[in-house]
């Protein structure tokens, strides 16, 4: 009968340090791995400060976009409040013009010898000529210029041709008939003046012609 070796407190002890080396080796390597996880996880300074700056650009970009919208939205209600303020009379001018021609026309149809032949009817003449001056007077104080352009090169942006004449002492183009004025307001078209344009024959009339007339 085979004989077992009785085993000594020594040999116990032993056995138990063994065990106690083979746990502190797992709890090391365990510790090892938290340590490698904790490192992997930990974010990178350099990737988060290009992703912060990039915010700060696209934060930026659009608060200088937000500024000039705005910029341009203040400077077109000035703009819009400027133009009603200096072309806001316009549909009231256009009006009153009806009533400076027809006060012109008025005038037209008195002769110098009816003039002449009765005080009282050269009195209402000298009446109706000062109102029609103080007409003129009032538009140019609101600035509103009449168009007188007599021999003048015609112009579509300010002459409407009625029809031409056969004028071989005036150049082609030449405004040789007026027949209505027209007028602007500071530099906007109210009404263009009705005219009759020379078919031609002398040379033609300078480009720079002034267009404008503020006299009555």
Do not use: W
Request: charge should be negative.
């Amino acid at each position: 009968m085979e004989n077992k070796k009785q085993e000594t407190p020594e040999d116990e002890l032993n056995k138990s340090e063994a065990v106690s080396v083979d746990h502190t080796d797992l709890e090391s390597n365990d510790a090892r791995e938290v340590d490698t996880e904790a490192t992997d996880a930990k974010p990178n300074p350099e990737a988060r400060i290009v992703e912060l700056e990039a915010a700060l650009a696209d934060l930026k970009d659009r608060s200088l976009r937000a500024l000039a919208d705005a910029e341009n939205t203040r400077r077109r209600a000035e703009r819009e409040v400027a133009d009603a303020k200096k072309y806001g009379p316009s549909g009231l001018v256009k009006d009153l013009l009806n009533v400076s021609d027809n006060l012109h026309r008025a005038l037209e149809s008195v002769g110098e010898e009816l003039k002449d032949s009765d005080e009282t009817i050269k009195n209402l003449v000298v009446g109706v000529e000062m109102v029609a001056k103080e007409f003129l007077s009032a538009f140019e104080k609101h600035g509103v210029t009449k168009l007188s352009p007599l021999g003048d090169k015609f112009d579509h942006a300010f002459h409407q041709a009625m029809f031409e004449v056969e004028d071989a002492a005036q150049p082609a183009g030449t405004i040789v008939q007026l027949l209505q004025p027209g007028y602007v307001l500071h530099d906007r078209l109210l009404r263009p003046a009705m005219v009759a344009v020379s078919k031609g024959g002398g040379d033609k009339p300078p480009d720079d012609v002034e267009h404008l007339d503020t006299t009555a």
